[in-house]
């Protein structure tokens, strides 16, 4: 499997991705891939050589080990591991469809783009991330329950009891290396639960975003700032009123001035008269 090429292709999410979605895929690929691909892989590789039985009889040994093992640890964690991978590819696919769609306004003359911003997480790329995030943490959900249901638990046993057939009888059969085994078990299932938390958080972080910048919108988007005096005059027309009179009035100062001067006239035709 080229593991590799998988992280190319999704290393290209992280662009569009947010904090919490960068730390899950270093998560994934430092934590779970590397340790997989390096170690892991070799831990199990020599299992159904390694596991001993304490009988001669043919196919005894064949029979207990698929009853201990009925799904290989290498081949469970794989799957999980593609198919957590996977939803990813479905916001890198609506950005390339959001991108096809500006080429072709673009080819055919019509003008302004219907995506100004292709990676932004708006409208239906919104929902598409959300619904990659679900389908994420409920893929690592449900294989960690698998492989505790079919081991009974994480942990491995160093003897196990096998009674099947053609086994005569009841037979001890032994596990190479079961603790070295149970670490890296351990080791997996805590990486799948961080990244489940991970994925939890970011749903958590999107969706209240989301919510504040609705309310945002509901309280402060439909409104209009208008200036306090123009609020002023609309809550109390009277005003408006006062100051129209106002500006009608005569000023008291030429009232007086031309008193003065009706007065100094008078008083040289008393003077003229005597």
């Keep these: 499997m080229n593991w590799a090429a998988l992280q190319a292709l999704l290393s290209g999410v992280n662009q569009y991705s947010t904090a919490f979605g960068r730390v899950w895929l270093s998560m994934v690929f430092v934590f779970r891939v590397m340790v997989f691909v390096v170690a892991a892989q070799k831990v199990w590789g020599d299992e159904s050589k390694d596991f001993v039985c304490n009988t001669q009889q043919p196919g005894c040994e064949n029979v207990c080990y698929d009853q201990v093992f009925p799904i290989s640890h290498i081949r469970l964690w794989a799957l999980q591991l593609i198919f957590v991978t996977c939803p990813s590819l479905m916001v890198v ?3 390339k469809y959001r991108e096809k769609k500006n ?29 990659s995030l679900i389908f994420k943490a409920s893929f690592d959900a449900g294989f960690l329950y698998i492989l505790y249901y079919i081991y009974d638990g994480y942990d491995l046993p160093r003897l196990t009891k096998c009674s099947l ?4 009888n009841t037979v001890d059969c032994y596990i190479s290396r079961p603790t070295e085994k149970k670490i890296f078990t351990l080791f997996m299932v805590v990486s799948s639960a961080i990244c489940i938390f991970m994925c939890i958080c970011e749903m958590t972080y999107l ?22 005096s123009h609020e002023m005059d609309k809550l109390s027309p009277s005003n408006s009123n006062l100051r129209s009179k106002s500006s009608h009035k005569i000023d008291p100062t030429v009232s007086n001035q031309n008193l003065t001067n009706i007065k100094t006239e008078r008083v040289p035709e008393k003077n003229e008269e005597s």
């Design 103 to 131: 080429a072709q306004s673009t080819a055919t003359n019509q003008g302004k783009h219907p995506y100004q911003n292709p990676g932004k997480k708006q409208g239906g790329l919104w929902w598409t991330y959300l619904v």
């Design 93 to 95: 696919g609506h950005v």
């Design 207 to 228: 969706i209240c975003k989301r919510g504040k910048r609705f309310v945002k919108q509901k309280v402060f988007g439909s409104g209009r700032m208008y200036p306090m």
């Design 165 to 168: 057939e053609p086994c005569p």
